[in-house]
Structures are given as C-alpha cells and as structure tokens.
C-alpha cells in the first residue's frame, strides 16, 4: 500500500510538472488581417510587417501573462465577403485578438463575426466613422482603432480646401467603396460648410483603368484641383493620365496615398500631390527605437506599420494588465486610461475612438512624401 501510494504519489508529480511544461509553452493566437494579395497588398505587407515586429518584441519581454504571442495572418484583399471568410476562420484558429482589416468595407462585416465570437478587434487602418459608431449603438464595446475618423479628416481637408481654393473651381471624385465614398462625402461637406461649393461631383469604380472620359469632363471645368475619395492605385492612375492629357490639376486625397507605391504608379505626375493623414509616427522619440529594429531588417515602417504595432502593443499591455485575454475585459481596461505606444501616447473613448487625433498634409515630391506645413 506504500509503494503504491508512493507510484500515485510520483504519477502526480509528473502529471504536475508536464502540466507546468505545457503551460510554460503555451501560446496566445492573435492575428492581423487585410489585403495581403491584390490591388492594395503594399498596405497589407504594412500590417502584417506590423504585427510581426510586435509579436517578435512582445514575446521577447515575456508575452502575455506569461504566454507566447502566436500570429495567425488572414488575406482578404479589401473584399467584404472574404473578409467574412477570414473572421471566421479566425475564430475557427482560436484568435483572441485581431489587428484589422486594412479596408472600412472589410473591418466593418468581419467586425460582426468577431463581436459575435468574442474577439477584440483593433484597426489600424479603417477611417469610416460607421466602423465604430456602429458597434456602439448595437453595445459591443470590443471595437477600436489605432488611427483617426474621415470625419476628422474630412473636417481639416475641406476647411483648408474651402480656404485655399476660394474662387478655383474644385472637382470632388470617389470610388464607390465605403472608404472612398464616405470621405469624399466628409469633406466635401466641410467645404461647401467652409463656402465654397464643387463644379463636379463624379464616382469611378476600383480597378478602372481608363479615365479619358472624366479627365476630359474636368478639363472642360477648368478644374484647379481633383479631390479623390479612394486608394492609392487609381489615384496614380488618375494623375498620371490628368497629366498626359494636360490637365494641371493638383489632386488631393486622405491617408490611403500614404504608400511610395503611389508615386511609382504615377511617376512624375504623383509630385504635388498632397494626402491627409496622421503626423507622422516614424519621426516621433517613442518610435525610434522600433524604426530602428524595421530599418535594420531593410525595411521602412511607413504608412500604418507603425499603427499596426501600436495595436498589438497596446493590446497586449491591457490584457497583461487585466491578467487576461477576454475581449471585454481587455476593453474596458483599454478605457481605463492612457497608454504609451510607439505612436505616442494615446487613449480610448467609449467607442473604441482615439481620445486625440491631429490631421497634417503630406506632399509628393521626387518619389517621395514628407509632411508640410500649411
């Protein structure tokens, strides 16, 4: 009966020391999700460049309440019904947390699945109000994103359209897509608010290639200026062949042109334009040591890398800090209070909005972009 006892004894000490074992290797799947093939795809490598650094620094510190982080990649090139698919599978993975989508159209659908799974979702990327707003009419608190609101952008962009082109005939175009549609409706609200009223207002659709009919449209107008609601590859698109048929128009637009892929599609013609979006985080003293990390691996964390590492970061800070990953206790310690990520130090309203934002211009210029001041 001792011995016996002792065998039990010994069995439960194994079984205790392979439970430890089990628990010092496990792993916490979280994911990024977004145009990873397709058309936007540079803005996917963005995201998933992102996440990568962040997993790779996070689990370097120790992980998750003692876990490893495990990144899970999901592609669904800016589609609202492949988003589905990926939301899903997803969950199918066990995902606890999700840095995306990249596209308003994409976030906003998936974002269904994952309230509905349980998932806190985080975008760095979807502009569209409805992607927040929506979520807290319905009381899903588990909703966030790492960058501003087109209605905040579309407020500084059309003010300073309203200002700066008084008297000049503006054109405002969009390309149908949730992203693209709302923040040219955005800020052509504010301009005609700011007093000054467009002589066109025309839609295009993704992936059109010949924009001989609008040009020609606009060029008739006398247009000194094209605002354009959409992504980066029909904007190159569209200046390059305003270009080609002589009309000098300065095309304006919002934080999808924040890619150098845009001026390698629009070659010359891309110098000029200007986009909104957030100051830029690769110059800030909380990033440095990050962009260092991404430069020293030849790349460069431009666009929204950077608030893609800010939505892991800070994820997982809050369930470090929650001493869990359950989505709706991880929110409401988002809320709790302010936190420091490597795009400065930032807060959560009761919508999942950032507390602060502020929009700047960028300028085209030689291949490249740099903020500019007025």
Not at 295 to 320: C, F, H, I, R
Request: negative net charge; contains cysteine.
């Amino acid at each position: 009966m001792q011995r016996f006892s002792r065998r039990m004894a010994g069995a439960a000490f194994t079984a205790v020391l392979l439970a430890s074992s089990a628990m010092a290797h496990a792993e916490i799947v979280i994911a990024s999700a977004g145009p990873m093939t397709g058309a936007y795809a540079a803005f996917g490598e963005q995201l998933r460049r992102g996440a990568e650094q962040a997993v790779k620094d996070i689990n370097a510190a120790g992980g998750v309440n003692g876990e490893e982080l495990t990144l899970a990649i999901g592609d669904d090139a800016c589609d609202p019904k492949q988003a589905v698919a990926v939301a899903n599978d997803l969950a199918s993975q066990g995902a606890v947390f999700v840095a995306g989508h990249f596209c308003s159209g994409s976030s906003i659908p998936a974002g269904d699945v994952y309230a509905e799974e349980g998932i806190l979702q985080m975008s760095p990327a979807s502009t569209n109000p409805a992607y927040t707003e929506g979520p807290f009419e319905e009381g899903v608190t588990t909703v966030f994103r790492t960058c501003g609101r087109d209605d905040q952008q579309g407020d500084f962009a059309g003010k300073w359209l309203a200002e700066n082109y008084a008297g000049k005939n503006v054109a405002v175009v969009h390309d149908k897509s949730t992203y693209g549609k709302g923040l040219a409706d955005l800020t052509k609200q504010f301009m005609n608010e700011g007093g000054l009223d467009e002589v066109a207002y025309e839609a295009i659709s993704a992936g059109d290639k010949d924009f001989t009919a609008l040009i020609t449209k606009l060029k008739s107008q006398n247009v000194d200026a094209i605002y354009f609601g959409g992504y980066h590859t029909e904007a190159a698109l569209i200046a390059r062949q305003a270009a080609e048929q002589g009309l000098q128009a300065r095309l304006l637009s919002g934080d999808a042109l924040n890619t150098v892929e845009y001026a390698q599609l629009a070659g010359p013609a891309s110098d000029g334009t200007r986009f909104t979006n957030a100051a830029e985080a690769r110059n800030l003293p909380t990033a440095q040591k990050v962009v260092e990390e991404f430069k020293a691996s030849g790349y460069d964390p431009e666009g929204y890398t950077l608030s893609t590492y800010a939505a892991v970061q800070v994820w997982a800070a809050a369930a470090n800090e929650a001493g869990t990953t359950d989505a709706a206790k991880v929110a409401e310690t988002l809320r709790s209070h302010r936190w420091d990520t490597v795009i400065g130090n930032i807060g959560f309203d009761e919508k999942g909005d950032l507390t602060e934002n502020t929009y700047v211009w960028f300028e085209y210029d030689g291949g490249n972009y740099a903020q500019v001041d007025n």
